[in-house]
């Protein structure tokens, strides 16, 4: 009988591999998304609605992939992650045919909450998995950014482009959970 728990082993190295391809392509879908964003810089109408719900149908697969793979405690929360993310895709749809502030409120809203949920699975990770802690980081200020989108939407003349500077965070952040997966990976 062993008197070792499983909170002192430290993770096998192989722990979260399987992450990497899948922050690869969160990085460069954020990219690319967010470069789009940048440059016709959306107002409102079915153009902008169709791409302003490609990001969350976006990680919506990604985070679907994420949960096959996943164990069961993260599991739940990442099905109600995609889940989210399906329901934020209409809701943007919908939003980008009427204002603005109604699409960075719906923007904010999913960004919290998201966020809330991204924190949460990544903190239940960090024991078994390596590289987790930049998607502690990126939930917590996911949730900030997300409360700055409600409130920026009040402003005297909101715009749309702050969106691709969040999307462009998400990248960063999983690059670093990328290169800090790979290089514990070595260790």
């Not at 909170?7 to 998304?33: D, M, Y």
């Not at 889940?83 to 809701?91: E, G, K, M, N, Q």
């Not at 952040?173 to 790979?182: D, E, H, N, S, T």
Request: hydrophobic share 60%.
């Amino acid at each position: 009988m062993s008197t070792t728990t499983s909170a002192t082993v430290a993770p096998p190295a192989s722990a979260g591999r399987e992450q990497v391809p899948l922050l690869l392509a969160r990085a460069l879908v954020a990219v690319a998304w967010a470069l789009v964003v940048w440059l016709v810089a959306p107002g409102v109408g079915w153009g902008a609605a169709i791409l302003l719900a490609l990001y969350p149908v976006a990680d919506l697969v990604l985070v679907g992939l994420d949960a096959r793979r996943s164990g069961a405690t993260a599991r739940i929360g990442l099905v109600a992650n995609a889940a989210l993310s399906a329901l934020a895709a209409v809701a943007l749809v919908v939003a980008a045919t009427q204002d603005v502030p109604s699409v960075l409120r719906v923007w904010g809203v999913w960004a919290v909450v998201a966020g809330l949920g991204q924190f949460v699975v990544a903190l239940s990770r960090r024991r078994v998995r390596r590289g987790q802690w930049p998607l502690v980081a990126s939930g917590g200020l996911s949730c900030v950014v997300g409360i700055g989108f409600v409130v920026m939407a009040a402003g005297p003349a909101p715009v749309l482009t702050p969106l691709a500077g969040y999307a462009l965070a998400g990248a960063v952040f999983a690059l670093v959970g990328l290169v800090r997966l790979r290089s514990s990976s070595r260790a």
